[in-house]
């Protein structure tokens, strides 16, 4: 059974608990998301698995997960890309933000999300058990296709999009 930290608004640890219970209650818990850009910007998304408990055959970020209890966020981000892509690389951290939103399934999705960058040029060996395909495909492309067609991607994939242009602005 996976765990997730629970952490207070200041993404300080205050405990944790069974990943599933976190997300039927709706507790604020860490979690992170991996954005994987080619040497042209394009960005690699993912086809999420059909079998996956939520937001199942939609398209999001190159990967996403949470920390096991006791795990560096960075050592996760990490492990999970391998995990799921069969990339293996530090994605280097760029920034964190809140978010919640209700699921189907009467699921809660309450995380304080770390955001990482990475650059690969290639083609992932994905995990199949954790998503159907990938893509690559440019940030203004994805924006229209975010705004043309919301319901094919992932809640948390607006937000992400929409943090990264600002962060970027900002940096």
Known sequence: MDHVILVNEEDDPIGTMEKMEAHREGLLHRAFSVLVFNSKGEMLLQKRAKSKYHSAGLWSNACCSHPKPGENTDDAAKRRMKEELGIDIQPKYLYKFKYKVELENDLIEHEFD????????GEPTINRSELDGFSYVSLDELKLQLSQSPHLY?????????????HNKEH
């Open 114 to 121: 770390h955001v990482y960058v990475c650059q690969f040029d």
């Open 154 to 166: 992932t809640y948390w994939l607006n937000l992400i999009v929409n943090e990264y242009t600002r």
